[in-house]
């Protein structure tokens, strides 16, 4: 076997090991199924096996499924193209389905050999990986807190099909094992102890003798289930203790699902069904679920963006491929507000030393504050030592003078957006900084070319746009000005992957990606506002949608005196050319007249009472009336129609931005727009909704938008020609043929 060994030590103990070569770590594929088999049957039918150990020889023990080879199964083999593939979906259900049970009744054989089962979890156990371990009769697991153990599959878009759904419910009862599936949340060893999820956690050198000592000494061949007089913990669904159970969890997940995630429905449904009949019935009804979330479109769109794509980008699949590897060890932050202050934090826990530089020491000092704040509470959640908040302060020197900046391989700029203000701190650290220095714009609007003109060195000259809160924001859009050169790209891109950050590379533009396409969404929020829709209404349906905030709520968080400066620099610099909407008027009255800035001023939309949630303001539709003309609609268009207003403006976008080369890689389009602003994560993404659309119906659908409501929703040429030759994002602009960096 190449991926798993099998031994069997002299007192009869069964040692099976996972160990795939040219992996990092283990995970479930055809190779590795078909030799754990191999093992289970070996074992299982060796009358001198003791017991069995399952463990690894990586750091980590299983870190689930291929999703590779799931997406590729329910697309019928093909690549990663939305279109289906020619064999019938039916006998795509069939084979997946049969492939499932085959693995279930695998792992039941497992449990019901009559031979002790411990599974020594050396490492991180996810999906497929830790339903062995549930197959297991004792769960032993290294003291280790960078371990998680957990079913995250919902959190890609599909569901546990390894008998999650039947076993954990078994072991801990529903109402704590419905939330830990739903969510997809992991756990590490100690908090897993502490939720029954594993039986003992002990110092990792004592791991695998632990394992064979329960085997010889304890090892009780039978699990809780199959034991004469199993209750299942908390009560059955019908019970009276059980039935609470799924009547409010139905409830709070329609509450924050709003029906778009098949997983999480079919999760709920297998445990609920599941448990009323015997578990290998169960087991069934898991896989019968499984196939069809699986063969969903939302399934494929997820495991394709938020798993396969970001995966490839976190390698760096963007990165020029000719220039040598390069490493930051010296970074100059200039600002130390928040934005600073966060890369700060994040360069400096991941071992670089910076420079952070303000105009006030107190200012600078405050930005290295910010990151002692942030180890305090890692800290008291205990996912930091004092040694460590020690060592990542004494990485981070404020300063005011720019002499300090010498040494440093890469200074990133995250002052105020104003033009002067960003030359002037340019021209200041490139009179110290190294000729092979690169230098990065921290702006999330201003284009870089223009930037750029303020550098003696424009070839090294770059866009970084990071996202607030920094140390939580996974994204960072960088962005390709006309001179700048592949090693200033290459420079960025290794620096946000040691940051450990998802890079998306894109040309320049105003509003670049990221920011052009969140600001239909917000723009099309106060449209439907200025045609007089209830203001409600319009933030229950951006809710709905999928999107993480509704669009008025967004406004104000955003602050509404920045969208108002943006409208304005955007009306100067277009001219003649700059279109003038309702909404204009209706920042223009909050804003100049009203000063309602928003969240900031707890004045916006919204209103802000102390100790009370916010509320949307109620002298809002009077004042839309006022300065617009329309009064509140009293038979507003239906909810539908609002969301996809909502979601195809931000699409449509998208397209224009891979039609102008400002994205030039599906993958960056998709995996940005959901990590970026939060777009529908169920879509897959922008390009992945008009695939999953189709972009003839798309088309044609967004004409119908343009007659009703504006010329904004007219869809471009690169749409209809895809719409006539019946072409997807994803079979035309394939991955593979996409360049290595931005055009």
């Known amino acids: 076997m190449e991926n798993l060994s099998y031994t069997k030590d002299a007192d009869g103990v069964v040692t099976i090991t996972w160990d795939m070569p040219g992996r990092s770590m283990n995970v479930l594929n055809e190779a590795s199924l078909r030799e754990f088999a191999e093992c289970v049957e070996r074992a299982c039918g060796d009358g001198e096996a003791k017991g069995i150990v ?46 499932n049970v085959s693995f279930n009744m695998l792992l039941r054989k497992l449990e019901t050999c009559g031979k002790p089962v411990a599974a020594a979890i050396n490492g991180t156990a996810l999906g497929g990986g830790f339903e062995i371990c549930l197959a297991s009769h004792y769960r032993v697991a290294a ?59 002990v110092p990792p050198a004592e791991l695998l003798a632990e394992a064979r000592r329960w085997v010889l000494e304890e090892g009780n061949a039978t699990q809780p289930w199959d034991r004469g007089g199993y209750k299942i913990p908390g009560g059955a669904p019908y019970s009276k203790q059980g039935l609470p159970v799924f009547m409010m969890g139905n409830a709070m997940l329609r509450k924050e699902s709003f029906g778009k995630y098949p997983a999480q429905k079919a999760i709920m449904q297998a445990v609920y069904e599941g448990l009323q009949v015997p578990i290998e019935a169960g087991l069934r009804i898991e896989s019968r679920l499984f196939t069809s979330v699986l063969l969903s479109p939302v399934a494929r769109a997820m495991i394709r963006s938020l798993f396969l794509s970001m995966q490839e980008l976190d390698k760096g699949a963007r990165r020029p491929r000719d220039v040598p590897k390069t490493d930051v060890t010296k970074l100059g932050i200039l600002g130390a507000g928040m934005m600073g202050a966060g890369i700060a934090y994040v360069s400096a826990r991941a071992g670089i030393d910076v420079a952070l530089l303000d105009t006030e020491i107190e200012n600078a000092e405050r930005g290295k504050q910010y990151s002692a704040d942030l180890m305090d509470k890692r800290m008291l959640k205990g996912r930091a030592t004092p040694g460590e908040r020690t060592e990542l302060l004494a990485r981070i020197h404020p300063s005011t003078d720019y002499a ?37 714009s921290n702006t999330s609007t201003l284009p870089i070319t223009g930037l750029a003109e303020a550098s003696v060195r424009p070839a090294s000259f770059i866009g970084i746009h990071f996202f607030s809160p920094v140390d939580r924001m996974q994204l960072v859009e960088i962005i390709v000005g006309e001179q700048t050169s592949d090693q200033a790209l290459a420079v960025a891109m290794d620096y946000v992957r040691r940051i450990r950050k998802t890079p998306i590379v894109v040309n320049d533009s105003r509003g670049f990606y990221t ?70 008027a209706i920042l223009e009255k909050m804003v100049v007249e009203l000063e309602r800035f928003g969240r900031k001023n707890k004045q916006g939309f919204y209103e802000y009472p102390e100790g009370a949630p916010k509320r949307l303001w109620p002298e809002l539709a009077a004042l839309v009336e006022e300065t617009t ?25 998208a397209a224009r931005c891979f039609e102008q080369q400002v994205v030039t890689d599906v993958r960056d389009a998709d995996v940005g727009a959901i990590l970026g602003w939060g777009f529908a994560p169920w879509t897959g993404g922008p390009l992945s909704l008009i695939d999953t659309v189709g972009a003839s119906t798309f088309v044609a659908q967004c004409d119908e938008l343009a007659e009703r409501f504006g010329e904004r929703f007219r869809p471009n040429a690169l749409l209809r020609e895809m719409a006539a030759r019946g072409e997807t994002f994803y079979g035309r602009f394939a991955p593979a043929k996409a360049a290595g960096a931005a055009a």
């Open 143 to 201: 003291d280790d807190p960078r371990i998680q153990i957990g079913l995250p599959e919902a959190k890609v878009g599909v569901m546990p099909g390894g008998g999650g759904t039947q076993r954990l419910p078994r072991l801990i009862g529903a109402m704590q094992a419905l939330p830990l599936m739903l969510q997809g949340r992991t756990l590490d060893p100690k908090a897993a102890q502490g939720q029954g999820l594993v039986h003992k956690v």
């Open 515 to 584: 920011s052009r396409c969140f600001g239909t969404y917000v723009g099309e929020g106060l449209a439907m506002l200025a045609e007089g829709i209830p203001p409600a209404l319009i933030e229950n349906v951006g809710r709905q949608s999928g999107m993480p905030r509704a669009p008025l709520e967004m406004n104000d968080d955003v602050a509404l005196d920045l969208g108002w400066k943006v409208r304005q620099q955007t009306r100067k610099d277009l001219g003649a050319r700059y279109v003038e909407t309702p909404a204009d």
């Open 404 to 440: 300090d900046l010498a040494g440093c391989e890469l200074v990133i700029e995250a002052v105020f957006e104003d033009r002067a203000v960003k030359a002037d701190v340019t021209k200041k650290a490139e009179a110290v900084i190294g000729d092979d220095a690169t230098f990065g």
């Open 629 to 653: 003309g329309n009064a509140q609609q009293t038979d507003p268009p239906p909810p539908a129609l609002l969301e996809r207003r909502l979601l195809y403006i931000q699409a449509l976008e």
């Open 54 to 99: 399952i463990t690894s020889g990586k750091q980590a023990f299983i870190a689930g499924a291929d999703l590779t080879m799931l997406g590729s199964a329910a697309a019928g083999g093909r690549d990663r193209s939305s279109r289906p593939a020619p064999d019938s979906r039916a006998e795509r259900a069939k084979a997946l389905y049969e492939n």
